[in-house]
Antibody, heavy 115, light 112 residues
Framework: EVQLVESGGGLVQPGGSLRLSCADSRFNSSLYWMNWARQAPGKGLEWVANINQDGSESYFVDSLKGRFTISRDNAKKSLYLQMNGLRAEDTAVYYC????????WGQGTTVIVSS | DVVMTQSPLSLPVTLGQPASISCTSSQSLVHSDGNTYLNWFQQRPGQSPRRLIYHVSNRDSGVPDRFSGSGSGTDFTLKISRVEAEDVGVYYCMQRTHWPLTFGGGTKVEIK
């Protein structure tokens, strides 16, 4: 049973922007911290960012600060990742995951940055 | 950043035999609140990650009891008591004691 569904991925040119979404179909996600993680082709997992229950706290991996923004809309049970200034090295499958210990993951959405 | 080092990188195992994966952190993972936030994930081919173990040794719901986690401080282990075909995939440890959260590089489990 799919609980978290990511969307918004696609092909974008270097320097472009994308907004990823993660919809929680089952739980009241407002009770949980939410995360974004990514996996470049053939590589391991990398944590990207997370946000607390009411959106008042968020944290990023240092290398992405200033280019990516995380937000959430609890009324819509949705999590977002705004990605600006995209680079080839941002090409990856992006996953959302629920909870500080990432108990549940979505199926991922693919972002390809290429001209 | 806390570096998580897994070994081996690749683990060929005979069906029904045990397997063990090591994860070593560059700093102690004991949090100031006394807990140790070390988790294990399984990623089967073509699938998204699935958490198996949280906080060193707590098995997630639905995870077979052939999986177990142990360790403390900087040294942790994931054990599979008897490997089954469905266990093929890549296994990752992850810490969230320290910011930023960091994953190990992964251990690929395959059947001999």
């Amino acid at each position: 049973e799919v609980q978290l569904v990511e969307s918004g991925g696609g092909l974008v040119q270097p320097g472009g922007s994308l907004r990823l979404s993660c919809a929680d179909s089952r739980f009241n996600s407002s009770l949980y911290w939410m995360n974004w993680a990514r996996q470049a082709p053939g590589k391991g997992l990398e944590w990207v960012a997370n946000i607390n229950q009411d959106g008042s706290e968020s944290y990023f991996v240092d290398s992405l600060k200033g280019r990516f923004t995380i937000s959430r809309d609890n009324a819509k049970k949705s999590l977002y990742l705004q990605m600006n200034g995209l680079r080839a090295e941002d090409t990856a499958v992006y996953y959302c995951a629920r909870g500080r210990d990432m108990a549940v993951w979505g199926q991922g959405t693919t972002v390809i940055v290429s001209s | 950043d806390v570096v998580m080092t897994q070994s081996p990188l690749s683990l060929p195992v005979t069906l029904g035999q045990p397997a063990s994966i090591s994860c070593t952190s560059s700093q102690s993972l004991v949090h100031s609140d006394g807990n140790t936030y070390l988790n294990w994930f399984q990623q089967r081919p073509g699938q998204s990650p699935r958490r198996l173990i949280y906080h060193v040794s707590n098995r997630d719901s639905g995870v077979p009891d052939r999986f177990s986690g142990s360790g403390s401080g900087t040294d942790f282990t994931l054990k599979i008591s008897r490997v089954e075909a469905e266990d093929v995939g890549v296994y990752y440890c992850m810490q969230r004691t320290h910011w930023p959260l960091t994953f190990g590089g992964g251990t690929k489990v395959e059947i001999k």
